[in-house]
């Protein structure tokens, strides 16, 4: 058994802004396994400024794990738990290489075309009249439920954007998430909450930034709109740590990146850390390009939650893989005919 990686720059068609700030390219590396003539990949990517394993020495990492590949994924998993984006491009390269076709990791009715995963579309942050044309396109493209990126620009104007939403589609036809990216202060964060409250929104995710516990702890109390922990959940690594988290600051939901929380079974102890809790809980890829949006989209359809899923980034570069991926009224597609555009 041998491996090898090699690094893909992927780039946005359009900048896309956070409370971070604007996106214009995404690093992302492919680790490859070869074993009796079969072949299996998967993808390691980082987000800047926000992955854990954004710091040095990430490519001497897959190094490493390129000469210890024949111990196994079990064994590198549990020597990775520094390097979630790793374990996660560990996992799915394996779970590649051991299926009878490389791209179909979890055969599913998904996979097979015959069902399809329900997400949501998403609203990059921008100027108001950017992110009217972008609400305005997803709702004409079919999208039922639509998440809006806020705290980069004007409070009142992002208050607006929901105004015009709900003065034309009421709660049970759009739902709305809204995603802080830990843009507020903990100072008026529980007025802006009250504020989007009166929106029918189905949650707020990451309000305030993380490690403030206590204090998003009594937002999650106080507000009558639901709180969502995403950044929160990031760097932590061990089981009885993600149920102490979830006990101190009880949320509403959580959401799991794969590749930000140490791939599938990274995900799968907070799952079942947060049902354990009775605390909603729903799946987002983190950018990745369509080999690792893949392998989140086929393992996400096995979990079998009904709520729109974050999987909708497949179309953001210019230069992602050519898959059969496709978003069509608001749901994920698998279209088995068509064919992937990638070489091992």
Request: glycine content about 8%.
């Amino acid at each position: 058994m041998k491996a090898y990686y090699k690094r893909h720059l992927l780039n946005f068609k359009t900048p896309s802004g956070t409370s971070r700030g604007v996106l214009t390219q995404k690093e992302t590396w492919y680790l490859i396994i070869e074993h009796q003539g079969r072949k299996g990949v998967g993808e390691c990517g980082i987000l800047r400024g926000l992955s854990y394993d954004d710091r040095d020495g990430y490519e001497q990492k897959l190094e490493w794990v390129c000469q210890n590949i024949s111990k196994g994924a079990h064994f590198l998993w549990d020597e990775l738990k520094e390097w979630p984006s790793i374990q996660f491009g560990v996992e799915s390269a394996f779970a590649s290489l051991e299926s009878v076709n490389p791209f179909i990791l979890f055969p599913s009715k998904f996979t097979s075309g015959d069902d399809s995963i329900s997400i949501n579309g998403l609203v990059w942050m921008g100027s108001k009249e950017a992110m009217l044309n972008q609400i305005t396109e997803k709702i004409k493209s079919g999208f039922s439920c639509i998440k809006l990126k806020i705290g980069a620009i004007n409070f009142d104007h992002e208050l607006q954007l929901l105004e015009y939403i709900r003065a034309k589609f009421d709660a049970n036809e759009i739902e709305i998430r809204v995603d802080a990216n830990g843009a507020f202060s903990y100072n008026d964060a529980l007025d802006k909450l009250n504020k989007l409250a009166g929106f029918q929104l189905h949650s707020i995710e990451q309000p305030i930034a993380k490690n403030q516990h206590d204090s998003m702890s009594v937002l999650c109390k106080s507000t009558s709109l639901p709180i969502a922990l995403d950044e929160e959940l990031i760097g932590v690594t061990d089981l009885q740590g993600k149920g102490h988290i979830l006990d101190r600051i009880k949320p509403q939901y959580i959401i799991l990146k794969p590749s930000l929380v140490g791939g599938f079974r990274g995900s799968q102890e907070w799952i079942d850390a947060a049902t354990e809790r009775n605390i909603g809980w729903w799946i987002t890829s983190a950018l990745e390009s369509n080999i690792g949006l893949n392998a989140i989209a086929q393992w996400t359809y096995t979990l079998k939650n009904p709520m729109p899923q974050g999987l909708g980034t497949g179309s953001l570069y210019t230069n992602n893989i050519g898959s059969p991926l496709e978003v069509e009224n608001g749901k994920l597609h698998y279209r088995s005919a068509s064919s992937w555009d990638f070489t091992f």
